[in-house]
């Protein structure tokens, strides 16, 4: 398949440890194409293009020289998704797009790096939903090689949503000149200055220096406007959209891009998230339903967030999620200051942190599972 969608060659029916060739399947210069195995119980071990040689003529005459075909362009705004810009960053690739198209704009992007002699060697995908900057974790930028970002309706179909972006691969510095230069001119010698200055003095009406910047969210965020509690059923969150209940109405997974629960954005990033009942006292509270958290999460993925209109506190009760192994840590991040809390197998816990206005909190599990049963924001008044 082309990196616009177009099926080159397909091949059905292989026996075991098949190779096929294809001679009907044409592929043009400086195009990229996708090889893939749709079905279970297979493996994919390589490609390969064999150049063609131009057919003979009949006459004696030679077989006139072909001239290079041009590559079409394609039109960007003929696309549902644009990718403005990329940039490198501590935590992966930071990839910023433009949603063009109508409804949620769910969908999958992949990033893809090539050697010299174009070899994949490495590809990461995530799952995104309309206009932000989206952060692929792990990818670090490669040295002397070519990536491409792709964004694609899903990794079944594969049609692409937008034009793909190439990051051309680093730069070298240029070798030193091996032809000598002329001599310079002999800086002249400095004077002893005998009288030094005067070590400068503390101005008392300097102002402080400033406080830090509130980190940037990795995707926009609507602002909680004074206190709320979210407390996690299914028929409830059903009740405002969110998508993934079992058809019983007990179990809701949520798996595939962000979801938003009043203001609680809910990022299953690298492993699904899900709601279902489970009887829990903890305090004076009595819950019958939870969240729960899988695996160890970040300010990048694998959290719940939102950005609280005012100062306050927040109050989290949870649990550990397992009646054996080590303690876990339940993670509050908000301007890059990490507060943790224990909680030993089978407790049960609640935290409590003072919050600022204005910037993002991100809750999340330090090492592996927990369960959530509350959330309350809880603003000054």
Do not use: C
Request: aromatic share 8%; hydrophobic share 30%.
């Amino acid at each position: 398949m082309d990196e616009s969608g177009n099926t080159v060659a397909s091949y059905t029916n292989a026996s075991a440890s098949s190779e096929y060739k294809s001679t009907s399947g044409a592929v043009e210069a400086g195009k990229t194409y996708y090889g893939f195995v749709d079905g279970s119980k297979a493996e994919f071990f390589g490609a390969g293009f064999a150049t063609s040689a131009p057919a003979p003529t009949d006459g004696p005459n030679p077989t006139a020289k072909p001239t290079n075909r041009p590559v079409p362009t394609v039109d960007p705004a003929s696309f549902d998704y644009q990718i403005i810009s990329t940039e490198y960053t501590n935590d992966g690739l930071s990839v910023n797009v433009q949603y063009n198209g109508s409804g949620s704009g769910e969908a999958s992007m992949m990033v893809v790096s090539y050697s010299t002699d174009r070899i994949m060697t490495n590809v990461k995908t995530i799952n995104i939903s309309g206009t932000g900057t989206y952060t692929i974790n792990g990818f670090t930028e490669p040295a002397n090689e070519t990536v491409k970002v792709l964004i694609w309706n899903n990794y079944n179909s594969i049609a692409p949503l937008s034009v793909a972006k190439t990051i051309e691969k680093s730069s070298s510095s240029p070798l030193p000149s091996l032809d000598p230069t002329d001599k310079p001119d002999p800086t002249t010698e400095p004077s002893v200055n005998p009288d030094p200055t005067a070590k400068p003095t503390v101005d008392p009406d300097a102002t402080s220096a400033p406080t830090a910047a509130p980190t940037s969210s990795p995707y926009p965020m609507e602002t909680q406007e004074g206190s709320h509690t979210w407390t996690f059923g299914v028929v409830p969150m059903e009740a405002l959209g969110v998508k993934g209940n079992d058809g019983k109405h007990d179990t809701l997974t949520m798996s595939e891009g962000l979801v938003i629960y009043d203001n609680l954005y809910i990022n299953p990033s690298k492993k699904a998230i899900v709601v279902d009942y489970s009887s829990k006292t903890i305090g004076t509270d009595k819950f019958t339903e939870r969240l729960k958290l899988a695996g160890a999460g970040s300010v990048s993925d694998q959290h719940l967030a939102f950005t609280p209109g005012a100062a306050g506190k927040l109050s989290i009760s949870f649990a550990h999620a397992s009646s054996q192994g080590e303690p876990r840590f339940m993670a509050v991040n908000q301007n890059g200051t990490e507060i943790l809390q224990e909680a030993a197998v089978g407790a049960t816990q609640t935290m409590t942190v003072d919050i600022a206005a204005g910037a993002p909190v991100y809750i999340y599990s330090k090492e592996s599972g927990l369960n959530v049963y509350k959330v309350e924001y809880m603003a000054n008044n």
